[in-house]
């Protein structure tokens, strides 16, 4: 079974400030890792993924992500937080056995800027 | 390109009766995947089709049924409504199963 953790469930940080999203996952096999945003009344905006390659995965809107295959963590990044930033973030996994796909999602990281 | 657009946005229906979900993919995209989201829940698995095709199914009973058209578009039927299905559902779509997910706003619906 593949799991999700999103230890916070909700990060405050000052504008121009770096900030840290955490996710850690389990999972039996290679992982494919997803960052969403989720803004309110609306659906879910792909952020970045990671399917192999550099650790350091460069997304939209500034945003990063580290894999860490030792500590199975995918950790979204911002080296400088804008308000306009403030959403709810998830944290996703996906894979793939034969014909079967299936994406499981974190319980989400609202994420607070303020000025 | 058109993103993933989802109908109606909202959907108000008393506990019993039947709900149908509509979806539309994204051009070029034959999967299909949709999720529930409900308060205090989070975003839950429902259903994956591709080529028309049931791929893989959450656990959700069976009155949570859906299918898949040739021109890709989809559409989630929950029969037999209860207090507790009211959720966001969210229908998302992507090229091949191993890309990312793009996603609709989402179909409200309300039981009364």
């Known amino acids: 079974a593949q799991s999700v953790a999103q230890p916070e469930d909700q990060v405050n940080v000052a504008e121009g400030n770096p900030l840290t999203v955490k996710c850690t996952y389990s999972?039996?096999?290679?992982?494919?890792l997803f960052w969403y945003v989720q803004y309110p009344n609306r659906g879910l905006q792909f952020l970045l993924k990671?399917?192999?390659?550099?650790?350091l995965v460069k997304g939209s809107y500034g945003f990063e992500a580290e894999f860490n295959k030792s500590q199975t963590s995918f950790h979204l990044k911002k080296p400088s937080a804008l308000v306009s930033d403030s959403a709810l973030y998830f944290c996703?996994?996906?894979?793939?056995?034969?014909?079967?796909?299936?994406?499981?999602f974190g319980t989400g990281t609202r994420l607070q800027v303020t000025l | 390109e058109a993103g993933v657009t989802q109908s109606p946005t909202h959907l108000i229906k008393t506990r019993g009766q039947q709900a149908t979900l509509r979806c539309s993919p994204i051009?070029?995209?034959?999967?299909v995947y949709w999720y529930q989201q409900a308060l205090g829940l989070g975003l839950q698995f429902l259903l994956w089709?591709?080529?028309?095709?049931?791929?893989n199914r959450g656990n959700f009973p069976p009155r949570f049924s859906g299918r898949q058209f040739p021109n890709y578009s989809s559409e989630l039927n929950v029969n037999a409504l209860e207090l507790e299905d009211s959720a966001l559902y969210l229908c998302?779509?992507?090229?091949?199963?191993?890309?990312?997910?793009?996603f609709g706003d989402g179909t409200r619906l309300s039981i009364l």
């Open positions: 990671y399917i192999t390659g550099d650790n």
């Open positions: 051009s070029g995209h034959t999967s």
């Open positions: 089709y591709d080529e028309g095709e049931e791929r």
């Open positions: 998302a779509s992507s090229r091949v199963s191993n890309q990312p997910q793009h």
């Open positions: 999972v039996s096999g290679n992982p494919y």
């Open positions: 996703a996994v996906r894979v793939l056995t034969g014909t079967a796909s299936k994406l499981t």
